[in-house]
T-cell receptor, first 113, second 111 residues
Framework: DGGITQSPKYLFRKEGQNVTLSCEQN?????MYWYRQDPGQGLRLIYY???????QKGDIAEGYSVSREKKESFPLTVTSAQKNPTAFYLC????????????FGDGTRLSIL | QKEVEQNSGPLSVPEGAIASLNCTYS??????FFWYRQYSGKSPELIMF????GDKEDGRFTAQLNKASQYVSLLIRDSQPSDSATYLC???????????FGAGTTVTVRA
């Protein structure tokens, strides 16, 4: 069954700690995305990647980092520089340009301890 | 900056009625239009997409696109309580990997 797997489902971060959210897809999609969603708000783009070993900042990249070493994987690290990390994080992928829909994983809910 | 605007709602409709959701966009060059449904606490799920002017029907859902007026709408016929969710509109162009998302319209179907 093709899809996008995000883990963990829930994550707690201590002060000063970096945490990494996992995103894996087996849809053979070239493009992958990370969004942040705050309660009652829309989606805000953090980073996206069009191809392996390449990624671009989105609208709110400060305090986050990513890597794209494999086509299937696009992990997101929330660094200690992100002072307000509590949010719902969504990973998505698509087969190409903005003419193609994005498909979402189930999300990771991050909270501060 | 491409903008996509939606009424935040909530849009309350009685069970069995038609729910009508609207989305306007600022980039006249937009070429692809998507509707996602997001239940509370869950991730967005693609329910419709449309590329050409006119109507596109899929079950109880109809997407309507008017590029001249720069709006896309979603009609939900015979609304059910299970349709209660937030509906996100997204817009794209061929030369940009990013989609522009609206903030969503919350729909409540009352029994």
């Amino acid at each position: 069954d093709g899809g996008i797997t995000q883990s963990p489902k829930y994550l707690f971060r201590k002060e000063g700690q970096n945490v990494t959210l996992s995103c894996e897809q087996n849809l053979n999609h070239d493009a992958m995305y990370w969004y942040r969603q705050d309660p009652g708000q829309g989606l805000r783009l953090i980073y996206y990647s069009q191809i392996v070993n390449d990624f671009q900042k989105g609208d709110i990249a400060e305090g986050y980092s990513v890597s794209r070493e494999k086509k299937e994987s696009f992990p997101l690290t929330v660094t200690s520089a992100q002072k307000n990390p509590t949010a719902f994080y969504l990973c998505a992928s698509s087969s190409g340009t903005g003419l193609q829909p994005q498909h979402f994983g189930d999300g990771t809910r991050l909270s501060i301890l | 900056q491409k903008e996509v605007e939606q009424n935040s709602g909530p849009l309350s409709v009685p069970e069995g009625a038609i729910a009508s959701l609207n989305c306007t966009y600022s980039d006249r060059g937009s070429q692809s239009f998507f509707w996602y449904r997001q239940y509370s606490g869950k991730s967005p799920e693609l329910i419709m997409f449309i590329y050409s002017n006119g109507d596109k029907e899929d079950g109880r859902f109809t997407a309507q696109l008017n590029k001249a007026s720069q709006y896309v709408s979603l009609l939900i016929r015979d609304s059910q309580p299970s349709d209660s969710a937030t509906y996100l509109c997204a817009v794209g162009v061929s030369n940009d990997y990013k989609l522009s998302f609206g903030a969503g319209t919350t729909v409540t179907v009352r029994a």
